[in-house]
Every structure is written in structure tokens, then in C-alpha cells.
């Protein structure tokens, strides 16, 4: 599966933005996907993720309340909206593909990542 992701740019701190990422290929349904980030100089960090049905969702702590993955199997698509921004929040955003199913936040689990985009939190 090849992962397109969009939707990143510059916002002001208490602000909004929502990453889009578009799955070409067949079995999209057969995916769990994910968002991580990787801020400069550090590493790729995990920010959420849902299952293949899109019927459970889980969090890092550092996003929980604000932000909010969500999928439709029926468009090949994979959402993450985020609100309440804050400039610690700044970094490149990936979307992630995994097969096994299993809930998992080791970015090296995952099989097919998306180019990135970035989101940048001005204060």
C-alpha cells in the first residue's frame, strides 16, 4: 500500500489543522494506520493510531483530549484532527500502515509509511 499524506502548515498556537492521508492499493481495510511525528533532532514519536475497522482508537498521552484519528475504509483515507495546538506540537507528521494488527507504537512495527508533512505551532 502506498500512504499520500497532506494537510500540514502553519498555525498559531490554540489553533486547528487536519492531516489527510490517501492509501492507494488494495486491502486498505486490512491496515491498521497511525500518525507519528518527529520534531528536529529527535526521534519519530507516536501519536495515534486505529484500528482496522476504525472502531478503537489509542493515543500518546501528549495528544489525548485534543487531537483525533479517524478512517474511512470506503475512500482509502485516514484522518487526524487536531485542535488546541501548541508549538510543542511542531514537527513532520507521518501516516503509517501495519499489518499484524496488533497494538503497537514501535514505528518500526509499522510496513508502509507516507512522505510527511509538516506542521509548524507558532506561539
Known amino acids: 500500500v502506498q500512504l499520500q499524506a497532506s494537510g500540514g502548515g502553519l498555525v498559531q498556537a490554540g489553533g486547528s489543522l487536519r492531516l489527510s492521508c490517501a492509501a492507494s492499493?488494495?486491502?486498505?481495510?486490512?491496515?491498521?494506520l497511525a500518525w507519528f511525528r518527529q520534531a528536529p533532532g529527535k526521534e519519530r514519536d507516536f501519536v495515534a493510531r486505529?484500528?482496522?475497522?476504525?472502531?478503537?482508537?489509542y493515543y500518546a498521552d501528549s495528544v489525548k483530549g485534543r487531537f483525533t484519528i479517524s478512517r474511512d475504509n470506503a475512500k482509502n483515507t485516514v484522518a487526524l484532527q487536531m485542535n488546541s495546538l501548541k508549538p510543542e506540537d511542531t514537527a513532520v507528521y507521518y501516516c503509517?500502515?501495519?499489518?499484524?494488527?496488533?497494538?503497537?507504537?514501535?514505528?518500526?512495527?509499522?510496513?508502509?509509511w507516507g512522505q510527511g508533512t509538516q506542521v509548524t505551532v507558532s506561539s
Open positions: 503509517a500502515a501495519d499489518r499484524s494488527g496488533v497494538l503497537i507504537t514501535t514505528p518500526s512495527a509499522y510496513d508502509y
Open positions: 492499493g488494495r486491502a486498505f481495510s486490512s491496515y491498521a
Open positions: 486505529i484500528n482496522r475497522s476504525g472502531t478503537s482508537t
